[in-house]
């Protein structure tokens, strides 16, 4: 994310408290339960987002991670497009040696 964007969200974010602050206000709260229940509804909004952040680090399924497999699998794709039929051959004769000996 840009500086710019980061700067955008935290605006927008500012707003959306403005707004909802306005808006409870405007239904018949007094300034002070309206500032209070829209601090509520951000940081109850601030809780569920880093609760998304912690699930998508843990799980590993973040943007970084995804880019990073993606590469690994390109990598291993154009090694396999670059070898010989003899060597994938023996590749996979390696492999079927490795399968049929962990099986006994």
Partial sequence: MRRVDVIGVGFGVFLAGGLVYLALNFLGLDALSAGIWSQVVLV????????TY???ALTQNMTYNQQLRDYEDAVLQKRLEEMTPEELAALQAEVDSENSGGLK
């Fill in 44 to 51: 109850g909004g601030l809780v569920g987002w880093l609760a």
């Fill in 54 to 56: 912690l699930a998508r």
